[in-house]
């Protein structure tokens, strides 16, 4: 128990000695090139610009003395890195070794940087992986973002960033970039894009609507239509066509128009998006459609059109489709206006219509053209006939010279039968001839050995 409070008492004695003699040889106001610098564990640690270095300190006890290099002291900084050693003494009563301390300088020659990279790069809370040499980066919002937050980290301290200021995003834009400058030490400038693009809004309209009587003129922005139709259409079938293809679409219509409004709803959607279209559809009555009728209809060079009063649709083909055609829409009421639309640059899938208006009525009713290209025109159908009936010429010509040939080689075959059936029917009759022969031999002979028989009795 002794030998241990002797061991404490000896340890705390060696720490104040170690504390006091830290006091006694301790530096302060340390300066390289009159810039303050702290010393940490006797590691006095600098980074200067000059190629001279002037290192001054000051010692806390007069009393005590220095040896390596005296405060004020200037030293060449030919290479990249000066070491120093300061040894700061003093004596002290009682003990034989004096007190000393040594401290280590290291001033290192600071060389401006060309480094001019990012860190670190974070675009609305997520890290952007930075490539080595790479300076523009694509990135995708939702389109619903109205704006964004760019944060960035240079790699090297010295350098200067420079963030862009506006980090609005306007919701009519679709695309947009941001500039982060970053100019290094030396001056080296680097420029980092940030192209940013807003995903497509989701497509809630519709492209067209076609109807099984009368049509519909779709406008940008517009989602409540009306549409007179005749007495006589009491049921009106919709086909309708989205400009998405990953929309879809309900429709709530009534099963048959009564006379007068009726209405018809189209909900489109997509994503999380939806938009209703509204149809008022309204169905004439019988003394108010006569009143907006056709009396008759012409087209010029077209005899193929027969014009029905209660027919408000109708298709037309051609072989070569016109740039547009002369119209001629009488109206039973001669106060009732005619507006043609549609009547230009015509192609396969056109549609002209042709409304009968009365404005003092407030009614109206739609005829409809829709125009057609022939698949195959007059011209290719002549040409399809005379190449078809000219393959049924040859393919007859080989037919019959294929049964002529196989008739002649069949009489020339029975020919040959007929030969030797004749000849056959020679040798049997030659035979027959012989047996016959070799019979009346026998049958002498025969009478021969008789009659010698009976001369002999």
């Known amino acids: 128990m002794k030998r241990i409070f002797k061991l404490m008492i000896l340890i705390l004695f060696l720490i104040n000695i170690n504390v006091y003699a830290a006091n006694e040889t301790a ?22 610009d000059s190629d001279k270095v002037t290192i001054k300190y000051t010692l806390i006890d007069p009393e005590a003395t220095s040896s390596g290099f005296n405060s004020g002291d200037t030293f060449d900084l030919s290479d990249t890195q000066l070491v120093k ?34 860190k670190k790069l974070v675009f609305n809370g997520k890290k952007i992986e930075l490539k080595k040499d790479v300076y523009s980066y694509n990135v995708n919002v939702n389109y619903k973002q109205k704006d964004i937050k760019l944060e960035a980290e240079v790699s090297n301290e010295y ?41 497509t809004r989701p497509d809630t309209s519709i492209k067209e609507i076609k109807l099984s009587s009368g049509s519909i003129t779709l406008e940008k922005g517009l989602y409540e239509y009306k549409l007179n139709v005749p007495y006589d259409v009491n049921k009106l079938d919709f086909d309708i066509t989205l400009n998405s293809d990953k929309a879809k679409y309900d429709i709530n219509k009534p099963e048959s128009l009564v ?46 059109l027969e014009f029905v009063v209660s027919n408000t649709n109708y298709e037309l083909y051609f072989d070569e489709v016109p740039t547009s055609l002369r119209i001629e829409a009488t109206p039973v009421n001669k106060d009732n206006d005619v507006k043609i639309t549609g009547n230009y640059n015509l192609k ?80 049997e009759k030659e035979k027959e001839s012989k047996n016959t022969e070799k019979k009346e031999i026998k049958q002498e002979v025969k009478q021969e050995i008789i009659d010698d028989d009976i001369e002999i009795i």
Request: with cysteine.
């Open 27 to 48: 530096i302060t106001n340390v300066k390289v090139n009159d810039e303050s610098i702290r010393c940490d564990s006797l590691k006095c640690n600098a980074t200067v």
């Open 85 to 118: 050693k300061l040894v700061v003494t003093k004596k002290m009563e009682g003990l034989e070794t004096p007190l000393s301390s040594e401290y280590v300088f290291t001033i290192i020659k600071h060389h401006e940087s060309e480094d001019a990279s990012l």
């Open 159 to 199: 350098a200067k960033l420079e963030m862009p200021l506006d980090t609005e995003f306007s919701l009519d834009e679709s695309t947009k970039s941001f500039i982060i400058k970053v100019t290094s030490e030396s001056g080296v400038e680097k420029e980092y894009i940030i192209f940013v693009t807003r995903e």
């Open 259 to 304: 006379v007068g409004e009726n209405t018809v709803e189209i909900l489109v959607k997509n994503a999380d998006l939806e938009q209703k279209y509204v149809i008022v559809v309204n169905r004439l009555d019988n003394t108010q459609d006569a009143i907006v009728n056709l009396e008759d209809l012409k087209i010029e060079d077209y005899d193929e």
């Open 348 to 427: 396969d899938g056109s549609s002209i219509s042709i409304k009968v208006i009365n404005e003092n009525l407030g009614l109206s009713k739609e005829y409809t053209l829709n125009i057609h290209k022939n698949k195959i025109s007059k011209a290719n159908k002549s040409l399809i006939f005379i190449i078809v009936g000219s393959i049924l010429l040859v393919t007859g010509i080989i037919v019959s010279i294929l049964l002529l040939r196989k008739k002649s080689k069949k009489k020339k075959i029975n020919k040959r039968i007929n030969i030797v059936k004749k000849n056959i029917e020679q040798k």
